[in-house]
């Protein structure tokens, strides 16, 4: 069974790290490529924003870009969820840019037998091959799936940590499912992670509880709570 897979990933100040990706992707064999195509989304970057790379760049397969037009600190949040409103149905690969698709894990979700009533998680390797443990907030779902869950709480945005609760959302949806196949990871790699903003603080801890012990019965995730645009390349 063949079926086409977007890659979702948010962007923020990370140039060298995107056109490595382009670079990657187009490595790939033809009927891989014919098959992929990605939703980055700009998270307010201040400096070299998504569009200086993407414009007038030769893509290997679609690429559709977004950009969120307020700068908030570890936004990702929101840029996953513009991504999976804007996109067309079917099955999504939503990871963090440090995280590259090689051929065989590109094949394996192209070709791979998948359950639309499920999630899928992935085993990891570091781009040196050191085997380390699976990624907490990359997953392989549809659309259907991503809004059933109800996408990540732009309560948490602004604050960083939000992934177990999140975690527990899918988990409460879906039986979630890990593969043998590996994402590679490229963490500290040039400028393939945010280092501006602090993280683990207690600040973001104190928020995290905030949010939680809020919700009453009945309650929903804020999404789509920041202006967006796409962008044109």
Excluded at 27 to 41: E, F, H, P, Q, S
Aim: net charge neutral.
């Amino acid at each position: 069974m063949v079926k086409p897979v977007t890659i979702v990933m948010a962007y923020y100040m990370n140039p060298k790290t995107l056109l490595r990706h382009v670079a990657e992707w187009h490595g790939l064999a033809d009927d891989l490529r014919a098959n992929l195509r990605a939703i980055i989304v700009d998270d307010a970057s201040p400096e070299s924003p998504a569009v200086q790379v993407l414009t007038d760049l030769p893509q290997p397969f679609p690429i559709k870009l977004y950009r969120i037009e307020e700068d908030k600190r570890w936004n990702w949040i929101a840029a996953r969820n513009v991504a999976m409103n804007e996109t067309g149905e079917g099955w999504h690969l939503t990871t963090d840019i440090d995280h590259f698709v090689d051929e065989k894990l590109a094949h394996a979700l192209i070709h791979g037998e998948h359950d639309p009533a499920k999630v899928y998680k992935f085993a990891r390797r570091e781009h040196t091959g050191d085997k380390i443990k699976p990624h907490s907030n990359s997953y392989f779902m549809t659309k259907a799936m991503y809004w059933k869950i109800g996408g990540h709480d732009e309560n948490f945005s602004g604050f960083y940590g939000s992934d177990g609760d999140h975690r527990r959302r899918v988990a409460r949806a879906a039986k979630v499912v890990m593969l043998p196949d590996e994402l590679v990871r490229y963490e500290y790699v040039g400028d393939s992670s945010t280092t501006v903003y602090e993280r683990k603080t207690s600040a973001d801890s104190a928020h995290r509880q905030r949010v939680i012990a809020a919700r009453r019965p009945g309650w929903k995730a804020k999404v789509l709570s920041f202006p967006y645009h796409e962008v044109t390349l």
